[in-house]
């Protein structure tokens, strides 16, 4: 598979991108440089045996973390459904979920939004395990994703400093259903 990426749409749709929540916008430069401290990463440091606490068997890098991990089976899938409710030819692949969607097209900056609170909650998911013994199944992080999603266009589109509330009316009306 080739992959040819806008360097500029990229950059936009993960850090300039205005609607990306803070803390989603600050994993997704964690991401890119390598910040993350998965299971691999600790073991480096001979802090942990690199395997993936959720699934036990598998090393837990990055693309396993975000996209491999046999817990995560299903949950890109339905994201890809939820996903095409505000447009049709999305198609997911662990090369968008692993970098984002550069599509040159008006949902770009929506599906960024979306795809950067999926990578959030699936972090945050993993460290609730790990650290709280907190089990959240596939199924509940897949809802637990969409209400954060479905919450965050209700902000943006009650966000008075903001002018471009009539597109994410329309998205908060389409994913809210
Ligand atoms: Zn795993």
């Known amino acids: 598979m080739e992959h040819n990426i806008d360097f500029t749409l990229w950059y936009k749709g993960n850090f300039i ?21 998965t299971e691999a990463k600790l073991n480096l ?24 991990c046999t817990e995560l089976t299903g ?58 013994q907190e089990y959240i199944t596939t199924s509940q992080l897949y809802l637990w994703v969409k209400n954060e999603v479905v919450q965050h266009f209700y902000s943006i589109i009650h966000d008075k400093n903001k002018k471009h509330n009539k597109t994410y009316t329309k998205y908060y009306e389409k994913l809210n259903c």
């Not at 991108?17 to 401290?37: A, Q, S, T, Y």
């Not at 942990?48 to 491999?68: A, V, W």
């Not at 090369?95 to 550069?102: A, H, K, R």
């Open 45 to 68: 440091m001979k802090y942990s045996n690199g395997n993936c606490k959720l699934c036990i068997h598998d090393t837990e890098n990055l693309e396993h973390l975000l996209h491999d």
């Open 75 to 132: 949950f890109w899938t339905n994201m890809e459904c939820f996903i095409r409710k505000i447009n049709q030819e999305f198609h997911i692949s662990k090369f968008i979920v692993m970098t984002g969607y550069f599509d040159q097209n008006q949902y770009n900056e929506a599906i960024n939004v979306i795809l950067s609170i999926s990578k959030w909650c699936i972090w945050k998911r993993r460290n609730n395990f790990k650290y709280e």
């Open 17 to 37: 991108n205005e609607f990306i929540p803070r803390k989603c916008k600050d994993f997704n430069w964690r991401i890119f440089h390598g910040l993350v401290n």
